[in-house]
């Protein structure tokens, strides 16, 4: 089991900014990805931002700019920096730990927060 433990959702106005932190613990030996998912209201969830052991890092389009994903490994725990925020950018977002390499036994093995809503007001 992994437990991810969110923080730093808020209301912002346009331009402004937040960071979300998720903080994991637990069997996070297995875990090799991490990352921030949204859904907004009649939408399906979507992929913000993610990252990896290795460090690399995946944005959506819609995020590309100015969000910024990272981590700190001696804390397990993985941030996303968002800075001008848009109106279209409120959602709940979740995040998300995940094993995604089909070399191990431990493919498959996904994890997700239980969401911390973001609303940019305009």
């Known amino acids: 089991q992994v437990q991810l433990v969110e923080s730093g959702g808020g209301l912002v106005q346009a331009g402004g900014s937040l960071r979300l932190s998720c903080a994991a613990s637990?069997?996070?030996?297995?875990?090799?990805?991490m990352g921030w998912y949204r859904q907004a209201p009649g939408e399906q969830r979507e992929l913000v931002a993610s990252i990896t052991r290795g460090n690399r890092s995946y944005y959506a389009d819609s995020v590309k700019g100015r969000f910024t994903i990272s981590r700190d490994s001696a804390k397990n725990t993985v941030y996303l920096q968002m800075n001008s925020l848009k109106p279209e950018d409120t959602a709940v977002y979740y995040c998300n730990a995940k094993n995604s390499d089909y070399g191990s036994a431990n493919y498959g093995m996904d994890y997700w927060g239980k969401g911390t809503l973001v609303t940019v007001s305009s």
């Open positions: 637990g069997n996070i030996f297995s875990v090799n990805v």
